[in-house]
């Protein structure tokens, strides 16, 4: 059961690409440039890590995702937001210093925890945009893989709190994502409200 948990997740991640690129492409959706690049980055690192590692099937889910992750990255660069602010290049850094104490960690769930934190700087960069322009992402692509890491926790299968930390994290991550969409759409409704003539 757990194993077929597993493969809904995964799917789930992936279809949560679709809307995404959608609003991209009708210029409705501007990714956070920053957030996307290290996006791109863990996923290459993991989709890597293991292959050398000498995985197969499981390969799948994290290279499509990179996939996707660079997909977004790329097409941010034209129609992003971000990337070169100052909180963008704090951000980066450190990335940057994390991904060298990564490498060198010999400890398991100390390289977990490392790219928990790696992958939350780029959602705190998504959601300080996102605040700034609730309009520019859509929610069904965040909803979609909250869902994802919903699934996985039970994908689990047992109280394990380094096999729950990832899914966990992915949950809360794409929750905060989608009550900044949702309470910065609000507020521009009562603002629209206030003043009509409001763009």
């Known amino acids: 059961m757990t194993q077929y948990l597993g493969y809904v997740s995964g799917i789930l991640i992936i279809l949560s690409f679709v809307p995404y690129l959608r609003g991209i492409f009708r210029k409705e959706t501007r990714p956070e440039r920053a957030s996307w ?12 890590t293991q292959l050398a590692k000498g995985a197969s099937h499981s390969l799948w889910l994290p290279a499509l995702q990179t996939i996707g992750d660079l997909a977004i990255f790329l097409l941010a660069i034209k129609y992003g937001m971000g990337g070169l602010l100052k909180r963008d290049k704090i951000a980066l850094a450190a990335v940057g210093l994390s991904l060298i104490l990564w490498y060198f960690t010999q400890e398991a769930a100390v390289a977990l925890f490392i790219v928990i934190f790696i992958d939350a700087v780029g959602a705190v960069l998504t959601i300080l ?17 909250c869902l994802a890491g919903f699934v996985g926790i039970f994908a689990v ?12 994290y992915i949950f809360v991550a794409n929750l905060a994502i989608i009550a900044t969409i949702f309470f910065g759409l609000r507020r521009i409704r009562r603002t629209q409200t206030a003043d009509p003539g409001t763009i």
Request: charged letters at 10%; aromatic letters at 12%; hydrophobic letters at 50%.
């Open 37 to 48: 690049l290290i996006w791109s980055l863990l996923g290459g690192i993991a989709t890597f």
């Open 157 to 168: 299968g047992e109280f394990d709190a380094i096999l729950l930390a990832f899914p966990v």
């Open 129 to 145: 945009k996102t605040h700034e322009h609730p309009t520019t992402e859509p929610m069904s692509s965040w909803v979609l893989t």
